[in-house]
């Protein structure tokens, strides 16, 4: 493994630990002492990190752990890959890790790992942390035919926007791979994901529209005054019924914040923004991260502001 981030948990395997000289007892007085913290079963953190909390994170230090126990070599993928390479895993869990091997490798796994039998071309493999595992392209396929929609689309969304990968890296990794399950799953994630999609708040709004049957808003949509100057960019924008949609997230907010400024002040810019655009004319629908939630709630303000819009 390369060496830790500074913020980073040192990882302490207890095999490790037994050949350096110390006991289970020993191990268990540290525990207590708070001088080492269990991560899991036969593994430990050393030093003054913590323990992630958010899940991602902890998972990521968990499939190194896991990788390190093995006692054959196995390749990191589906969303265990996709923690190591920091995208979104929103809604997918992340209880096992995932591995694969190519056949003839038998086998599901057990409690803590899920194994995946199957081929995968060299160059869809990179080296992480000094593990191996599939390339972004992969992973993102990989997910997409296992992962509900939903969650696959907010991660192909991000890596889209990101340029890790493209539509057509994508559709050729679908290609190559043939009548496997899943394919046509993965098929309608790759035609939907959508590089301007910002956040996973936006992409999760794109889904819900798709789902309500809602017409297919532009993204990122400028608003210009008649002088060509611009009022604002828009997250969702209906032109034909002179309404814009916007996914209201704190995340959101925070990006907007320039040196100096609170977040009151943020909140009162878009406040005068939203004015402005209503004073042109254009209807505003807004929706937070609690409303995508409830689908009608958002259906009915889009609904309502084409109607005024209209």
Known sequence: MSAPEPDRP???RRAQALVEGYTDAELARMV??????????????????????DPAARHALIVLATIAGLQSPAIVSHQSAAVLHQLPVWGI???????????PARGTGSRRVHLHVAKVPEGQLVLIDGVLATDVTRTIVDVARTAPFESAVVMADRALR??????????????LMGPVPGTRAAARVVAFADPLSESVG???????????????????????????????????????????GEFDGRIKYGRLLRPGQSPGDVVFEEKLREDELRDHRWQVARWTWHDLDHASVVERRIRRSFARGA
Request: charged residues 35%; proline residues 5%; aromatic residues 4%.
């Open 10 to 12: 040192v990882l302490l």
């Open 32 to 53: 207590r002492r708070k001088e080492l913290s269990r991560l899991q079963r036969g593994t430990y953190t050393e030093g003054s990190a913590a323990l992630p909390v």
């Open 93 to 103: 869990r992340l209880g096992r890790v995932h591995i694969l091997r190519p056949p």
């Open 162 to 175: 990101t340029r890790s990968t493209s539509r057509t890296a994508l559709e050729e990794c679908l290609a």
């Open 202 to 244: 936006e992409s999760r709004s794109r889904v819900l529209m798709h789902r309500l049957r809602l017409p297919v808003p532009d993204l990122q949509v400028r608003v210009l005054r008649r002088d060509g100057s611009e009022i604002g960019r828009c997250d969702f924008g209906w032109k034909d019924r002179r309404t814009v």
